[in-house]
């Protein structure tokens, strides 16, 4: 099936600095969102993304669709230590019949030192 | 309040036991997904049902089954013929529309089976 391969596959960083990640395809999708998962939970929807180019913020993430539509980023501005946790992107393939059916990666684990 | 629940949070089963997890949601989604989720690994797709007395094999079925009598209501079943049962599992809904494919998740289910 559909692989996304997203980076890094985990962060150590301050608090108050600001966070990239990214989530590659090698083929084109339609859909790309971002989720976090607190350890022991389910993951939480941050961000929806639907067109090539699109950039959407939800608080202190940015989260763009990339041109290629190969490609997403989830920026994180000024982490907090409640920041801590696993970031995942999840995608939905163009074509075929993918309706409904969500490709994930890897997850990137994001820690915060106070 | 509008959600989702699986009971219980944990599960511990002798192995060779079929254990059924419960999915509950009052979204009023007619989408409803099962995932499973292994340490460091991302998520991936056990069953899917887009609608009622109706459902799909994801990507790692074997040894899995599941029923949608109802549509607010999702259950699974782990049979003994799963080799390796013991993992996080998470139940999620949508609703279904053709471009969107937002899933809001559940709080998962921790099957150990010993």
């Known amino acids: 099936g559909q692989q996304l391969n997203q980076s890094p596959q985990s962060m150590f960083i301050q608090e108050g600095e600001d966070v990239s990640m990214n989530c590659t395809s090698s083929?084109?999708?339609?859909?790309w969102l971002w989720y976090k998962q607190e350890p022991g939970e389910g993951p939480v929807l941050l961000i929806a993304?639907?067109?090539?180019?699109e950039l959407t913020s939800n608080g202190r993430l940015t989260a763009q669709f990339g041109i290629t539509r190969k490609d997403s980023f989830l920026n994180i501005s000024a982490s907090i230590p409640s920041d801590v946790g696993i970031y995942f992107c999840a995608g939905v393939p163009a074509g075929g019949t993918s309706y409904g059916k969500l490709t994930f990666g890897q997850g990137t684990i994001l820690t915060v030192h106070p | 309040d509008g959600g989702i629940t699986q009971s219980p949070k944990y599960l511990f089963r002798k192995e060779g036991q079929n254990v059924t997890l419960s999915c509950e949601q009052n979204?009023?989604?007619?989408?409803m997904y099962w995932y499973r989720q292994d340490p460091g690994q991302g998520l991936r797709l056990i069953y899917y049902s887009q609608i009622v007395n109706d459902f799909q094999k994801g990507d790692i079925a074997e040894g899995y089954s599941v029923s949608r009598e109802k549509k607010e209501s999702f259950p699974l079943t782990v049979t003994s013929a799963q080799k390796n049962p013991t993992a996080f599992y998470l139940c999620a809904s949508s609703i279904r529309r053709t471009r969107y494919n937002e899933q809001f998740f559940g709080p998962g289910t921790r099957l150990t089976v010993l």
């Open positions: 979204l009023n989604h007619d989408a």
């Open positions: 083929s084109i999708f339609n859909t």
């Open positions: 993304l639907y067109k090539a180019g």
